[in-house]
């Protein structure tokens, strides 16, 4: 049998994304500051046939526009919470914040991710609960 | 604001419908699928003004009201119906071959409802798991065994089975509503394929209370306190679905000091009310520090039900669309 390989979706801001990793290594990137994100772009992904999503924001203080900081955790509790009440599993969302020179953090949230994406298997909507 | 002043001219609007004289009377089916039988009544809710409409028009089709054999209606000529008023979700495939035999005979299909329209209240079982419970193939009665139609997969809003001319969202719609579509089909001023007897514009954009900005630490229940019928539902925390929901009610909810449910559906721009809604919702949260975050959040009673209750059928997760039987 296949070994199955989850599709992860990244969303965040040019300068949480680590320059010096090749990206092709990671999934897909959607880049956008976090803490503007639609909503509605993050459930269309999930649609689409994304099995989980990764949101990344620069630390507290650190992010470009200041007045949305903190922004981006509301929006992933909500989010989280929309998506149990759902029955899609809490931990197919994750939020991280990350510095620009962390490359090996990111690549380590990756397979983290990865890793607990394959426990959970692939996100189907008849099954989920 | 529009409504409001259509409202106003009650009386002149019974005049127009008296003057109309139509050679032939036109066709109007009325059919009930999914749904609780409010939007019927609504019609009836113009009360005076539902003797003038009836006047003009020819009734073929209303089991509510009495008996009509669907026989009949299959063996019209196509396009004989001139205006076809569908309401409640399609959840069977009785309902489906229904809504198919309908499209084919009628010239102007019209959803009415929020079922019809987005899914309703019944696509709410969208957020139980699928294949838990068995459903029924008969039911025993004193006068024998009844044989129930077969449930579909999923149920959907009316424009995921056939194509719809007209939505008139609302649950139930206001009469007034009812009412524009049946002067502007008498008149022969209908608009284009695919309008909305709503507003455009948000609820909030009607709403007259204060706004008081990023101050809610916990949700409550409309139950749990009494609300100052002046400020802001929202910022009171409680989950007012305005500023995501089409205008065009009257505001007759929160005018009652009673959040909006959201059952006219999403405001034209907004594809799905749930991302918006929680766009706003973070806006409106007190912010800081993690765990009073999650505390606010966990306080919401049901969140999922409370964005997604009229359209979950027809939101970006749940949506589906139905290949046609034929």
Known sequence: MEEYEPKIIVFACKSCLPKNVGLEEIPLVREGCVNHLNPKLLLSELKKGADGILMLCSPPGECHSAEEDGEAFKRFVLLQRLLSDLRISRERLRFECLKESESFGFMKLVKEMTSKLKSLGPLRWENEA | ?326
């Open chain 2, 1 to 326: 604001m529009k409504l409001k002043a259509f409202r106003e001219d009650w009386s002149q609007v019974a005049e127009a419908v008296r003057k109309i004289s139509p050679g032939r009377k036109p066709k109007v089916a009325l059919y009930m699928a999914g749904g609780c039988g409010g939007c019927d009544l609504s019609f009836i809710g113009l009360g005076e003004r539902f003797l003038d409409i009836t006047e003009n028009i020819d009734v073929v089709l209303w089991p509510l009201i009495a008996d009509f054999r669907y026989s009949r209606v299959k063996r019209m000529y196509d396009k004989t119906i001139d205006l076809c008023l569908f309401n409640g979700a399609v959840m069977n495939r009785g309902q489906m071959d229904m809504a198919q035999i309908l499209r084919k005979k009628s010239k102007i299909i019209t959803a009415v409802g929020s079922c019809a329209c987005m899914g309703g209240i019944p696509g709410m079982l969208g957020l139980q798991g699928k294949g838990k419970e068995k459903s029924r193939k008969r039911v025993k009665l004193a006068e024998g065994i009844l044989p129930l139609p077969e449930p579909c997969d999923f149920i959907s809003p009316l424009s995921g089975v056939i194509d719809v001319d007209y939505l008139i969202p609302g649950c139930p719609p206001t009469p007034s509503m009812i009412l524009k579509l049946f002067v502007s089909m008498l008149e022969n001023k209908l608009p284009p394929k695919g309008s909305v007897f709503a507003s455009g514009r948000t609820l909030c954009d009607e709403c007259e209370r204060a706004r008081k900005g990023k101050s809610v630490k916990v949700f409550h229940r409309p139950y749990e306190k009494v609300f100052d019928d002046k400020v802001c539902l929202l910022d009171q925390g409680l989950l007012c679905m305005g500023p995501v929901t089409r205008a065009g009610c009257g505001s007759q909810c929160v005018s009652a000091n009673m959040p909006c449910r959201g059952c006219l559906g999403p405001a034209e721009g907004i594809l799905d009310m749930g991302g918006a809604y929680i766009s706003t919702l973070a806006s409106i949260m007190c912010g800081g520090e993690k765990t009073t975050i999650r505390k606010t959040v966990e306080s919401i009673p049901s969140l999922g039900g409370t964005v997604y209750r009229f359209s979950l059928s027809s939101s970006i997760l749940k949506k589906q669309r139905r290949a046609s039987r034929n």
